[in-house]
């Protein structure tokens, strides 16, 4: 029996057992589900002793345990780092799921749950791989370490101070994630981008108390006027940032890669069905896919100032407020671009307010060299599990734990996601496929396998 | 004894009797406070019998009862429609009162409590000033029509349903009206000019729902983007509302009123005491004076979208808000400056938001010839009463009475008003100058005496 037909003829098996990961409410920002939380590391930890992990430990930390295996039999052989995580977000609201929340179900070909997507159906994708592997040959390939978090929905703050304490230990070849998403249905990917993320808020003071609009309107600062006129000088009429020096160390992205990424069988209209806006606009001379990916933003994030009850207050306030972030990509410089904004910023700004400007948080953006042969195993791999091609795509969103732990041990980062665009993570009917399942534990099987060829 | 002499000699009985009044804490807005806006309505009916009117009437209505008295023995006299009421705003924030907002006391020379200058105070030194001169003549000089109404801090509704429907037995030759302001301690003013009103709301939707701003930041509308770029628009350089046609219907403020109004004992540097804001500014070639009173403006009132919480979210709202208002002044016609506005705002709109756009409320802008005898007779009755020659004031905000009876009667308004600018109406700590209370009785009472020889 080769590899794919022997995890074929444990289908059945790998869910029953997922459906058991799935039915522990492990969400990590509530307290109450502390001890769900405690029983869903124990649950990892037995699992990885089940798939031939004979060091498992369960890490306290100070709020959930983290859990780490390791499997060092394979001399000569490459060592991956595998992470993901086991708490999920809260399942609220509760009255819009269509099955509960924490008693999966399949329907229409999916697995319906809390957890399916993200993460914890790709955290057992890896386990069930590596147990088949292990199965089948009485060891495992390559070498493995593996480290599965209780804390990636409320910040990951324990990891990183475990990063940062066992370098050492946690040193391998490669980085491999499963927590994206694939481009679309039926097509198998690789993400090899991800752009950073500044977030900054801004307050804006004129008169020092709120004043009536009518004693007071047209003689003295109106904060809010002012937010306007400022924001609606931060793009150019390109749409572009007008920031200045803003573009000035973006990477040239070669002619073949922007050609690649907008060669993808990524769809317009589905984009456009998904937003639902009226019409569409963004930096000229980009395509929607380009705008999304490799091309930075800023964007308000949110607004506020004086009233927004009902009817009428006829007030002139004292301050407003915006938060509002700037995406970024290579090789723009997250604490460079910081400085650069707040100097426009405050240049832009009349002497008729005050402004405090704050920076909330920073963080880099990250590309691999896709053609690297790592990237071509896991292609390959993909293939073997999905009987089709992967693609190699970005993402426009950000995963401060792939840059942190690309800088910390600067080796490849591997993105294979098994999600998919639509799939609810983080809302109501939360779901993934089962043809993604079954086929992700084929396709990192053959990753893991294919990876001692290196 | 003359007039003066008799009213000096009641003065602790007349502020004894105040006390009483403010005592009663008939706040409208409030149904708790029901019975006290009844009892407030039978105190002033009865000290409106007391002070000699034979006709009083407490009028029903939907929601709270109007007083109304009259006194028509005066033959061949002008008749006066004064105006008040007796209803007050909630007292809260309770905890930033120095002493109780229903228990009146006399602290550096101000009577502080609710309702003291807005408007029980002022209504109260017109039923003393008709008192005394019934008790030292027998009689009113003029004839006279006394409202007073319980809804005037929550809209007045039921006010206005009784104008329309009695305008023959409210007619008179003039109103007159004490719930403004004096332009500053010891300077006894007429307001002869308001601006109108009128208030806008507007709903920006971009995307169909709120999107993340990583995944899809830089390719969709963002509505708080727009908002921006949209009230950016409606300024120009100098400051001057950028709508065409707004100014197009402003009559021309003569230059010996503009004059005037400039030299007026109002004091620059009070001003921006009162407001506090880093710096100044407006409409270009205006002083603020000019820029308060005889100009339009432009406000945002209010501004909200997206995130508002604590620490940071990566959202592009589907939707952005703002409520916002011009000011007018004459000619300008609500009606048609409403039209203006919203047809220059589809028009700066881009294709890819949907714009609700609603007017809350229109409101006509007022002015008085003030050089017409019935002010010459009110400017000499100030000044008998305070000793100081009065001035001829204007206010930026809005009365809608005021307006609306214009409208109604076409006869003259009078605004004598005995607050002062910093007495807190609608606030904490609410009070009446001491010396503008007694000298608002002996001058209110020479008004009506005055008033029978035009």
């Known amino acids: 029996m080769n590899l794919a037909e022997f995890i074929e003829s444990r289908r059945e ?14 969400v990590s920002a509530k307290s109450e589900h502390k001890p ?3 029983r869903a590391s124990r649950w990892v930890a037995d699992h990885l002793r089940s798939a031939g992990f004979k060091t498992v430990e369960i890490v306290p930390t100070g709020l959930h345990p983290l859990v780490y295996a390791e499997s060092l039999e394979a001399p000569g052989k490459p060592t991956v780092l595998f992470y993901g995580h086991y708490d999920v977000q809260p399942a609220e609201p509760l009255e819009l799921w269509t099955s509960p929340a924490f008693q999966p179900e399949v329907r229409n070909g999916s697995i319906y749950g809390r957890g399916t997507a993200d993460d914890k159906g790709q955290v057992h994708i890896h386990l069930k791989a590596l147990e088949s592997l292990h199965q089948l040959h009485g060891k495992f390939p390559i070498n493995i370490k593996v480290l599965i978090e209780g804390e990636e929905e409320v910040g990951s703050v324990s990891l990183w101070d475990y990063v940062q304490s066992h370098k050492e230990k946690l040193k391998a070849d490669a980085l491999l994630v499963s927590d994206t998403s694939m481009l679309g249905k039926g097509v198998p990917s690789i993400t090899y981008g991800l752009r950073g993320l500044n ?3 801004i307050e804006l003071t004129g008169p020092a108390r709120d004043l009536h609009s009518g004693v007071y309107g047209g003689a003295v600062p109106n ?15 390109n749409f572009r940032v007008a920031v200045p020096g803003f573009y000035d160390d973006i990477a040239a992205v070669p002619p073949a890669e922007r050609k690649a990424l907008n060669a993808l069988p990524w769809k317009e209209k589905d984009f456009k069905h998904a937003v639902g806006a009226p019409a569409y606009h963004g930096e000229k001379g980009f395509t929607t896919v380009e705008r999304l990916w490799i091309r930075p933003t800023l964007e308000l994030n949110g607004i506020w100032g004086g009233y927004q009850g009902e009817g ?8 407003a407020y915006a938060k509002f972030s700037t995406r970024l990509v290579p090789n723009q410089n997250p604490q460079k671009i910081a400085k650069l904004v707040e100097k426009h910023i405050r240049k832009l700004l009349p002497d008729y307010v005050h402004c405090r400007f704050e920076v909330l948080s920073t963080g880099k953006p990250w590309v691999a060299a896709y053609k690297a042969p790592i990237f071509q195993v896991a292609q390959s791999a993909l293939e073997k599990g999905f009987g089709k091609k992967a693609v190699f795509i970005r993402e426009g969103g950000s995963i401060p734990f792939v840059t942190q732990m690309h800088d910390t041990f600067k080796v490849p980062c591997v993105l294979v996601g098994f999600g998919l665009p639509d799939e609810n993570a983080h809302a109501p009917d939360e779901h993934l496929a089962l043809e993604n399942y079954h086929g992700g534990i084929k396709a990192i099987a053959h ?6 060829g290196l």
Chains 1, 2 share one sequence.
Do not use: C, M, N
């Open 312 to 319: 009428a207050k006829t007030v002139i306030p004292s301050k």
């Open 13 to 26: 098996q790998h869910l029953g057992e997922l459906y058991e990961f799935l039915r522990i409410p492990s």
């Open 36 to 38: 769900d939380i405690d």
């Open 223 to 237: 904060p809010l006027i002012v937010l306007a006129e400022l924001f609606a000088k931060l793009h150019d009429k």
């Open 447 to 452: 990753l893991y396998q294919d990876l001692a």
């Open 199 to 201: 977030y900054y808020e």
